[in-house]
């Protein structure tokens, strides 16, 4: 209880300092320097943790990707770029 009889409130969650600096240090790759001088929401944004995402493709998605954007049909199947780097791999 408090002195005036409520309930005290819920005190804050510690700052998650190992995760901070791994991410700025460790995956964004910034100087020491520039990790202290930011802030937290600076290094949520330069990690792309700040609003909405956009969903993943889905199967209808890529179908539609596939049907607005056909591959030409004048290639040469010779191509090595159309050729399936491991054959072996559907068998």
């Given at each position: 209880?408090?002195?005036?009889?409520?309930?005290?409130?819920?005190?804050?969650?510690?700052?998650p300092?190992?995760?901070?600096?791994?991410?700025?240090?460790?995956?964004?790759?910034?100087?020491?320097?520039?990790?202290?001088?930011?802030?937290?929401?600076?290094?949520?944004?330069?990690?792309?943790l700040?609003?909405?995402?956009?969903?993943?493709?889905?199967?209808?998605?890529?179908?539609?990707?596939?049907?607005?954007?056909?591959?030409?049909?004048?290639?040469?199947?010779?191509?090595?770029?159309l050729?399936?780097?491991?054959?072996?791999?559907?068998?």
């Open positions: 209880m408090t002195p005036t009889g409520g309930t005290a409130p819920e005190p804050p969650s510690a700052f300092w190992d995760d901070a600096l791994a991410l700025g240090l460790g995956r964004l790759h910034w100087r020491p320097r520039d990790f202290w001088r930011a802030t937290p929401r600076e290094l949520m944004a330069a990690a792309g700040t609003g909405a995402r956009p969903a993943a493709l889905d199967r209808a998605g890529l179908r539609g990707l596939i049907d607005r954007y056909p591959d030409p049909q004048d290639r040469d199947p010779r191509d090595p770029d050729q399936d780097p491991d054959p072996q791999a559907e068998a």
